[in-house]
């Protein structure tokens, strides 16, 4: 029992660091004057909301009936990756980032690095192979949040920033 109280820990844990996670997109978000960057931190709020929803319907299949269904979590990294690639072309390249929306991104990656770190760790500890599976594909998730983001990154340093 002890065993199954330590995994309820872990999903209310996962809960809390997607709610947090998408607490931060969304002020950051409205603190970017970037248009770019506004779009893309508001496109992963939505999916941290996402994640939330399917690790509350992972948490009620897991302490009901322990389904061996896995609610779908990563997100289409296609569409994520068009909705980067069409906010880039809209771009203004006389837009430069500020300071504070560099930090933004800087610590979003940060943010991503340690939700894939977690979802990583808690697939490693998962006894059952449903459980390893939906921690996995969580661990998935923020490695593509992170990807975009690094991309996102790129997309807005300027030369002018650095000199």
Not at 33 to 61: V, W
Not at 115 to 139: I, P, W
Request: aromatic residues 10%.
């Amino acid at each position: 029992m002890a065993d199954e109280n330590e995994r309820m820990k872990e999903l209310d844990e996962a809960i809390r660091f997607e709610t947090d996670g998408r607490e931060f997109f969304l002020n950051a978000a409205e603190k970017s004057r970037n248009p770019f960057s506004k779009t893309i931190f508001q496109m992963i709020a939505e999916e941290e909301l996402d994640h939330i929803q399917k690790i509350k319907q992972f948490y009620g299949s897991y302490s009901v009936s322990k389904k061996e269904e896995i609610p779908p979590v990563i997100e289409k990294k296609n569409d994520l990756q068009n909705v980067f690639e069409q906010a880039k072309e809209q771009m203004d390249p006389n837009v430069v980032a500020n300071a504070d929306e560099m930090e933004a991104i800087r610590l979003a990656i940060q943010l991503e690095i340690r939700g894939h770190e977690f979802y990583d760790r808690l697939a490693k500890e998962a006894t059952a192979d449903f459980e390893k599976v939906f921690y996995q594909h969580l661990a998935q998730a923020e490695d593509i949040h992170f990807s975009i983001l690094r991309q996102m990154e790129e997309a807005v340093m300027s030369p002018k920033t650095f000199g």
